[in-house]
């Protein structure tokens, strides 16, 4: 367990680090210079206007445009599955990139901002039984044709939080954390995962920015089909928030 001290100092270096993104939003945002996002079954959902009522994802059926999830041994009446939903939040509420998180406000009550984004996907993993399923994904097609490189950027903003429904016990080996992975297929069954980042999941939105090429990935566009898989924390009872997901051609 953290003492006083390393909570302050976790609080500080996190502070620093979200006073440095966004610094680096403002000069990229004035320099003019446009970015290119990669389509993503996340960016769909999340650019959506209209809520989804949760629902029982079926495992590695869509339950929205190129999304769905995948859970361990799912196919089992009491297994482990996931419960999904999207809330839209009206009035000109919206998750901007850094807003959210750096001002301290309510993004669950609506963050005034000038972005038009604002869906949140919630993602709620039940879990059941006494082994932990192996794993517990969201995954997302990625529109990888042109998509002539391997150097990319990833944008996250993502918060979890304790699920009160299900008795708010959170086994303590649980690393609240989530993996990010690219499954690039260079056939119909063959796939290379090249694994990007483990991102914490905070019970305060924290954005994430990461710049990686990973070693041995050729361009996107040279692959037959590109997958994104989101890993969650495959124990507990909690649910992810994912405000924003964003894969960006990284700059020259």
Same mark, same amino acid.
Request: one cysteine or more; glycine letters at 8%.
């Given at each position: ?14 502070? #620093? ?16 210079a446009p970015r290119r ?12 206007? #209209? ?13 929205? #445009? ?13 297994? !482990?599955?996931?419960?999904? @939903? ?10 901007? &990139?850094?807003?959210? &998180?750096? @001002? ?7 963050? !005034?901002?000038?972005? /038009?984004? =604002?869906?949140v996907l919630r993602a709620?993993?039940? $879990?059941?039984?006494?082994a932990a399923p192996k794993?517990?994904?969201?995954? @997302?097609?990625?529109?990888? =044709? ?11 903003? &993502?918060? &979890? ?21 690219? =499954? ?11 694994? $990007?980042?483990?991102? /914490? ?9 990461? !710049? ?6 050729? /361009? ?10 989101? !890993? ?21």
């Open positions: 367990m953290l003492n006083d001290l390393e909570r302050f100092a976790v609080h500080i270096e996190a502070m #620093e680090r979200m006073v440095a993104l966004m610094k680096a939003d403002v000069a990229r945002f004035s320099s003019g996002e990669i389509v993503t079954g996340f960016s769909r959902f999340l650019s959506g206007q #209209e809520p989804i009522a949760p629902l029982r994802a079926r495992n590695y059926k869509a339950f929205a #445009e190129g999304l769905w999830a995948s859970v361990e041994n799912a196919g089992f009446a009491d297994a !482990a599955h996931m419960v999904v @939903a999207r809330e839209v939040y009206a009035g000109g509420a919206s998750v901007s &990139a850094l807003g959210g &998180a750096a @001002a301290g406000a309510d993004i669950g009550g609506g963050v !005034a901002g000038a972005t /038009p984004r =604002r869906a709620n993993p039940v $879990i059941t039984g006494r794993w517990v994904h969201l995954e @997302a097609e990625l529109e990888h =044709r042109g998509v002539n490189t391997a150097a990319l950027e990833l944008e996250m903003l &993502a918060s &979890a939080e304790v699920n009160p429904l299900a008795g708010g016990f959170v086994p303590q080996e649980t690393v609240f954390e989530a993996t990010v992975t690219l =499954r690039c297929f260079t056939d119909r069954k063959r796939f290379e995962d090249f694994r $990007i980042a483990h991102l /914490p999941l905070t019970t305060v939105p924290m954005k994430h920015r990461i !710049a990686f090429r990973p070693d041995g990935m050729r /361009p996107l566009s040279a692959y037959r089909r590109v997958v994104v898989l989101l !890993a969650l924390p495959p124990r507990g009872a909690y649910a992810v928030n994912l405000y924003d997901f964003a894969l960006l051609v990284a700059e020259s």
